[in-house]
């Protein structure tokens, strides 16, 4: 057998086995200024900090991991329905950009059970101030409301419970976990609502931003619900950026 054949079979081997090691993705560590925590006792307490400063380095985002910028944090669309009285609205949001929730947020309590991999915590956000493009149809206490234009959600001194449904997966033999659900339920303090051109009317438009804001407990007990769904849908897609990439025993120490 001359040589040339077996230069040419080699020459495949490698270029075979080039292309699987393509198709093999390389686990991933957290980031090296990532504070990381062993289960222990002292577990849901080490969390507490560690997350804390995590969630500030990634303020401006990680390439690696794939997160981008979250100060301001640029979200595409909310669409936020509330069908019973007294309210009956559909509220979409668009190109908005969420400010300060980052910034100001603490975490002040973890409760965990990573058998089941479940992981509660609470919250504190000083503001969450939201602006975009809005679209809005429907009726707030008897009275019909439509418009579109820009619009501004601040929400004041909120505390945030954090529910993380996470299921375990092996890639290339290794434990991963994903996030299933991510459960959000927000309670402010304060909720400040303006939305321009409501009625396509300047008259009409400030007399409603002014009873929306008198009335703000009542419109926005009724539309939370749909708030807090739609970030628990941002949360957990930023969430699972981490989680699907860093393998489990490499983001909670054994």
């Known amino acids: 057998m001359s040589k040339r054949p077996t ?3 080699l020459l495949l081997i490698a270029a075979v086995a080039q292309e699987t090691a393509k198709c093999v993705t390389a686990a991933q560590d957290l980031p090296d200024n990532f504070p990381k925590c062993k289960r222990d006792a ?3 307490k080490c969390l507490v900090d560690a997350v804390n400063q995590a969630i ?4 401006s985002g990680n390439k690696e991991l794939g997160i981008p910028p979250l100060e301001p944090l640029t979200v595409k669309k909310l669409v936020i329905d509330a069908g019973n009285a007294p309210i009956n609205l559909r509220q979409a949001l ?3 950009k969420v400010h300060d929730m980052i910034s100001t947020s603490k975490i002040q309590r973890y409760r965990t059970d990573l058998d089941k991999h479940l992981i509660i915590c609470d919250s504190k956000t000083d503001r969450i ?3 975009g493009d809005y679209e809005m149809s429907g009726r707030i206490l008897l009275l019909p409301i439509t418009g579109h234009g820009k619009a501004n959600i601040t929400l004041v001194n909120t505390k945030i419970e ?14 991963y976990m994903r996030l299933k659900e991510y459960r959000v339920a927000m309670d ?21 931003n002014r ?7 009542t419109v926005f007990n009724e539309l939370k619900v749909g708030y807090s769904k739609s970030f628990g849908l941002v949360f957990r897609e930023l969430s699972n950026k981490i989680f699907e990439k860093v393998p489990f025993d490499n983001i909670f120490l054994s």
């Open 7 to 9: 230069v040419i079979l």
């Open 188 to 208: 402010p303090k304060r909720v400040y609502l303006h939305f321009e051109n409501l009625f396509n009317d300047k008259t009409l438009s400030e007399g409603m």
């Open 211 to 217: 009873f929306l804001n008198e009335n703000w407990e």
């Open 162 to 175: 954090h529910r993380l449904i996470g299921e375990p997966f092996e890639k290339d033999g290794v434990k």
């Open 129 to 131: 101030e939201m602006i």
């Open 42 to 44: 002292n577990f849901d």
């Open 94 to 96: 668009k190109n908005v």
């Open 56 to 59: 500030q380095l990634l303020k």
